[in-house]
């Protein structure tokens, strides 16, 4: 099958891109408005940039509505962000956190989740994901007919759950990815949780 996504509508080309470009990783973002109401959301149009300065993108498109998401909006105003890396323990809560709620309610209050403070973070984080990382606004860019924000954030601060944590044989810091279980994002609803890892030597 080949598919020409010039001659398809808006739908099916997002709907073809997020079949295909599989797992993604998603960023579940906290923000924080003016207000001072936290806001929760994942995005799995998100991926690292650039590693000096280290840089990770999330890409954000509009409300339903049309109107500019809350995140972005936050964003923009406040300058940081914290991105978490959720486990499948957590996907129901990363699905309910999408909902679009009015600007002065919080996912974090609906998912029923808690925060902490932590050394280096301007916010809070979530308790639960094993793997957060506190960001500032690098710069944005606005892309497509449909101005979609790409989000530029420069890491400043990595919390990492102990328990996920290990050395690898050159005496370098290892994430455990079993123990870690990344929660990733496939097509329509569905997720992948975490499975067998494969490891193969860098040529030489």
């Given at each position: 099958?080949?598919?020409?996504?010039?001659?398809?509508?808006?739908?099916?080309?997002?709907?073809?891109?997020?079949?295909?470009?599989?797992?993604?990783?998603?960023?579940?973002?906290?923000?924080?408005?003016?207000?001072?109401?936290?806001?929760?959301?994942?995005?799995?149009?998100?991926?690292?940039?650039?590693?000096?300065?280290?840089?990770?993108?999330?890409?954000?498109?509009?409300?339903?509505?049309?109107?500019?998401?809350?995140?972005?909006?936050?964003?923009?105003?406040?300058?940081?962000?914290?991105?978490?890396?959720?486990?499948?323990?957590?996907?129901?809560?990363?699905?309910?956190?999408?909902?679009?709620?009015?600007?002065?309610?919080?996912?974090?209050?609906?998912?029923?989740?808690?925060?902490?403070?932590?050394?280096?973070?301007?916010?809070?984080?979530?308790?639960?994901?094993?793997?957060?990382?506190?960001c500032k606004l690098h710069n944005t860019q606005t892309m497509g007919a449909l101005d979609q924000n790409l989000i530029f954030g420069q890491i400043e601060s990595i919390w990492i759950d102990d328990h996920v944590l290990?050395?690898?044989?050159?005496?370098?810091?290892?994430?455990?990815?079993?123990?870690?279980?990344?929660?990733?994002?496939?097509?329509?609803?569905?997720?992948?949780?975490?499975?067998?890892?494969?490891?193969?030597?860098?040529?030489?």
């Amino acid at each position: 099958m080949i598919l020409d996504l010039n001659e398809m509508d808006k739908a099916s080309v997002y709907h073809t891109m997020t079949q295909t470009l599989v797992p993604r990783p998603i960023a579940w973002v906290l923000s924080e408005s003016v207000q001072g109401a936290l806001n929760l959301a994942p995005f799995s149009y998100f991926t690292a940039v650039c590693s000096d300065p280290p840089l990770i993108m999330i890409s954000v498109g509009k409300k339903p509505s049309g109107e500019e998401k809350d995140t972005f909006l936050n964003i923009i105003e406040q300058k940081q962000f914290v991105i978490h890396i959720a486990d499948e323990q957590l996907a129901e809560a990363v699905t309910l956190s999408s909902k679009t709620l009015p600007r002065d309610q919080s996912e974090v209050d609906l998912c029923g989740l808690q925060t902490v403070s932590e050394a280096g973070f301007a916010l809070p984080r979530l308790v639960g994901p094993k793997i957060a990382m506190a960001c500032k606004l690098h710069n944005t860019q606005t892309m497509g007919a449909l101005d979609q924000n790409l989000i530029f954030g420069q890491i400043e601060s990595i919390w990492i759950d102990d328990h996920v944590l290990a050395e690898d044989a050159q005496g370098r810091m290892k994430v455990m990815a079993d123990q870690l279980k990344p929660l990733g994002r496939l097509g329509g609803s569905e997720y992948q949780i975490f499975g067998n890892t494969l490891s193969v030597a860098r040529p030489k």
